[in-house]
T-cell receptor, first 110, second 116 residues
Framework: DAKTTQPPSMDCAEGRAANLPCNHSTISGNEYVYWYRQIHSQGPQYIIHGLKNNETNEMASLIITEDRKSSTLILPHATLRDTAVYYCIAGGGGGNKLTFGTGTQLKVEL | GAVVSQHPSWVICKSGTSVKIECRSLDFQATTMFWYRQFPKQSLMLMATSNEGSKATYEQGVEKDKFLINHASLTLSTLTVTSAHPEDSSFYIC????????????FGEGSWLTVV
């Protein structure tokens, strides 16, 4: 799996957009970019994933740069319940494993 | 999204005994499942990759004779911690790859193991 780099922590005001960056400069052509989040003492929750194109679902949007070396997860209207550790992972594809980095602790405040 | 269920959610066992944790994909078939462990305030560490009908592939440093993994069907994988010791106390999490050629991986709720 390609290594990813994320800021260790970020703060966001409730109701504002949370933009979480991730660098994955060594990602290979068949590796996806996955985002998961983990709330304390729970299993990781799937958010979104993509290969080359930007993706959007009911939870978030994923913006992948054209060279695929970095991406941004966007939570359009953050709420207090979005406070969690967010993991960006470059890997998967064809059943390959996902290796977790240290993630970003997002704190959403009033 | 798809659902992956683990059982038990938490378990306490005595040193020297064995404990089994189940991981089930409830609404999809999973040819590949993964087992992780997580210590407090740390990230998830991949232990092994489990493929249905074949032997698991263990990550470097993970004792295959201590952490027995069985993937007997397309919806069930089990992790057995044998001869458990207090240092095996941890949060164990499984995940499952959706579909034969899918690329979405869903995680279970995790299982807390405490060895006393």
């Amino acid at each position: 799996d390609a290594k990813t780099t994320q800021p260790p922590s970020m703060d966001c005001a409730e109701g504002r957009a949370a933009n979480l960056p991730c660098n994955h400069s060594t990602i290979s052509g068949n590796e996806y970019v996955y985002w998961y989040r983990q709330i304390h003492s729970q299993g990781p929750q799937y958010i979104i994933h993509g290969l080359k194109n930007n993706e959007t679902n009911e939870m978030a949007s994923l913006i992948i740069t054209e060279d695929r070396k970095s991406s941004t997860l966007i939570l359009p209207h953050a709420t207090l319940r979005d406070t969690a550790v967010y993991y960006c992972i470059a890997g998967g594809g064809g059943g390959n494993k996902l290796t977790f980095g240290t993630g970003t602790q997002l704190k959403v405040e009033l | 999204g798809a659902v992956v269920s683990q059982h038990p959610s938490w378990v306490i066992c005595k040193s020297g005994t064995s404990v089994k944790i189940e991981c089930r994909s409830l609404d999809f078939q999973a040819t590949t499942m993964f087992w992780y462990r997580q210590f407090p305030k740390q990230s998830l560490m991949l232990m092994a990759t489990s493929n249905e009908g074949s032997k698991a592939t263990y990550e470097q440093g993970v004792e295959k004779d201590k952490f027995l993994i069985n993937h007997a069907s397309l919806t069930l994988s089990t992790l057995t911690v044998t001869s458990a010791h207090p240092e095996d106390s941890s949060f164990y999490i499984c995940s499952a790859l959706q579909g034969l050629s899918g690329n979405t991986i869903y995680f279970g709720e995790g299982s807390w193991l405490t060895v006393v």
